[in-house]
């Protein structure tokens, strides 16, 4: 049944039929309208308000990543419009739906340069898979279906939408709508019986899986194919989950600080499947010399990622779960014994080794990692901190590393975690460094305010760790600008935000502290002191191939 509404109230209503639980975002004059929409409609969705706009575009990425539904960030004009735009780019790299709305200034003042006007859909187009001014409000609630539709469908990514104020005040009739189904259909005449056979004549299969299996849902059917061949399994950063950690067949992770075991192997099979991964320059460092002597089968939801970076020799364009669904049966159980038991050699050969002098950030993630849920999120930053993450926790669901793949966003993790707690309803954890901490550590008064349990591991070194660890590995030692002299003293500013903090510097004193804050209710800072030259290893340099990596130093 039709009714008249307002351009805001239209924007509301659409929201909610589209089933969005939570938005995330900052008011300002050009999107009050919205938000007094949104007060109208408060039992139906609850309003997330951050400290900044950066801070919700991660909150609004981090609670798409653990539900697996759009985020909806919503923020004002000019200034509210660009402090999205890193978090809209964040979510593009790892292809998150994200629903981003902003206010603008009323349309005959579009291009005057009026206060506060920006023209942020120019802005975004190189990091949205799509986004519109909406200039007619007839049009606007067609748009915001549609882009949810976009944001969704194939592979998953950031729309924006950008409304004049003048449009969100107009009139129109408008009629709610079910939401439509967004999937498209796999195209069965693709050549599945050819993969299946290049699958069932290899001898020393690989799986290779990426974050393409984690938007796809497609653990149960990367499970059933990794034990019908027998066939060990890699994952890149944003695929860890997808495939469980403790499963006798998973390798661990690949590139440049994946595990030596990959390395040593990989290259020794004959045909990797790669689903759902799209070879980026920290997997293929050398893509020339990248997997050279074997066979690639490369399974996307994106046809522009196959043979972008690494030539296959054959492909399968389609959602992985679907695509797994149609190979199954045409796949032959195989036993490859001989193979399975080299590489899990090779994994119980190369442990990661602990780090540092008096508190090794492993011993910590890997007590933090006995004492919760395999459902419970967990965020991180960008850096050391974070490769310690996907390297030693043993992450075994889909949808439960929240981390900034990608773009290497530094500063995602406070934001993404709040999202991460909202989504789970149970809260999240977030492994930090202090680098990345400080540039949005304004977010611990949103996570406080909104009573989550959020429990925060910060790696202190006092530097900048990774950059200082190339520092030191590849620029002689010239520490330039990675040495922070921070005065911060952390337990006094969680207090301040009205958090609880401990501070750990000793292994001997882990399962006390870190205990301690896990039982804890709320939000809880642990100040983790460690060694201002600990080092993520193993690495592979830049440009080199798996045979050059580095165990030690």
């Given at each position: 049944?039709?009714k ?17 639980e ?11 309208d ?17 400290a ?23 923020a004002?004009?000019?200034p ?10 964040n ?16 349309v ?8 506060q006007?920006?023209d ?5 187009m ?11 409000v ?6 915001i ?24 005040q ?8 079910s ?5 498209a259909?796999l195209?069965?005449t ?18 290779f ?49 994946g595990?030596a075991a ?8 004959d045909?990797?499947?790669a689903?759902?991964?799209?070879f ?9 010399a ?14 522009a ?34 193979w ?11 442990p ?5 002098k008096?508190?090794?950030p492993?011993?910590?993630i ?12 967990i965020?991180?930053d ?7 993450v ?20 530094m ?17 999240s954890?977030l ?12 977010e611990?008064?949103?996570a406080v ?32 600008s990675?040495v ?12 301040a935000?009205g ?14 502290t870190?205990g301690?804050?896990?039982?804890a209710d ?24 798996m045979?050059?990596?580095i165990?030690?130093?």
């Amino acid at each position: 049944m039709k009714k008249q509404l307002k351009g805001c109230q239209i924007i509301v209503e659409c929201l909610i039929e589209q089933g969005v639980e939570y938005v995330f975002g900052y008011p300002g004059g050009q999107i009050i309208d919205t938000f007094d929409a949104l007060y109208e409609r408060r039992g139906q969705i609850k309003q997330i308000l951050t400290a900044h706009e950066q801070g919700a575009a991660h909150a609004a990425d981090g609670y798409a990543r653990v539900s697996g539904k759009p985020g909806v960030v919503i923020a004002t004009s000019g200034p509210g419009a660009t402090n999205l735009v890193t978090g809209i780019a964040n979510a593009y790299m790892d292809s998150i739906p994200l629903i981003a709305i902003t206010g603008n200034v009323p349309v005959p003042l579009l291009g005057r340069d009026s206060f506060q006007e920006v023209d942020i859909a120019g802005i975004t187009m190189p990091i949205t898979k799509h986004n519109y001014i909406v200039k007619d409000v007839n049009k606007l609630a067609d748009t915001i279906r549609e882009a949810f539709c976009i944001a969704m469908s194939g592979r998953r990514g950031p729309v924006l939408i950008d409304v004049p104020k003048d449009v969100q005040q107009a009139l129109c009739d408008f009629a709610p709508v079910s939401p439509a189904a967004c999937a498209a259909a796999l195209d069965e005449t693709q050549d599945f019986g050819g993969a299946a056979q290049i699958i069932n004549s290899a001898v020393r299969p690989y799986l290779f899986v990426g974050g393409g299996c984690v938007a796809a849902g497609a653990s149960d059917e990367l499970i059933a194919l990794a034990e019908k061949l027998n066939a060990p399994v890699c994952s890149s950063v944003m695929g860890l989950g997808a495939f469980p950690s403790s499963h006798p067949l998973f390798a661990g992770l690949i590139g440049m600080h994946g595990s030596a075991a990959v390395a040593k192997t990989l290259g020794k099979c004959d045909l990797m499947i790669a689903l759902g991964a799209r070879f980026s320059d920290r997997v293929a460092q050398n893509r020339n010399a990248f997997m050279s002597g074997a066979k690639i089968l490369h399974i996307d939801v994106d046809d522009a990622e196959i043979d972008k970076n690494v030539r296959s020799h054959s492909h399968i364009k389609g959602d992985v779960k679907a695509v797994l669904k149609k190979l199954l049966p045409l796949v032959a159980k195989q036993s490859n014994g001989d193979w399975a038991k080299a590489v899990k050699e090779q994994v119980e050969k190369h442990p990661f080794r602990p780090v540092g002098k008096t508190l090794c950030p492993r011993k910590v993630i890997e007590f933090v990692r006995s004492r919760v849920l395999d459902s419970t999120p967990i965020a991180t930053d960008v850096g050391q901190h974070q490769m310690w993450v996907a390297q030693s926790y043993r992450f075994e669901r889909g949808r439960t590393f929240v981390t900034s793949g990608g773009l290497g966003t530094m500063g995602f993790g406070m934001g993404a975690a709040i999202g991460a707690a909202f989504a789970s309803k149970k809260g999240s954890v977030l492994f930090t460094g202090d680098g990345s901490f400080h540039m949005n550590l304004n977010e611990l008064a949103t996570a406080v305010k909104y009573g989550l349990d959020i429990k925060i591991f910060l790696f202190n070194n006092n530097v900048l760790g990774m950059v200082r660890q190339w520092q030191t590995l590849f620029y002689g030692g010239r520490y330039s600008s990675t040495v922070l002299n921070l005065p911060t003293d952390y337990e006094a500013l969680a207090k301040a935000f009205g958090a609880q903090a401990f501070t750990l510097t000793r292994n001997e004193d882990i399962e006390k502290t870190v205990g301690a804050a896990l039982k804890a209710d709320g939000v809880v800072l642990v100040n983790c002191v460690i060694d201002e030259d600990d080092m993520v290893l193993p690495m592979i340099p830049p440009g080199k191939a798996m045979g050059d990596i580095i165990e030690e130093i």
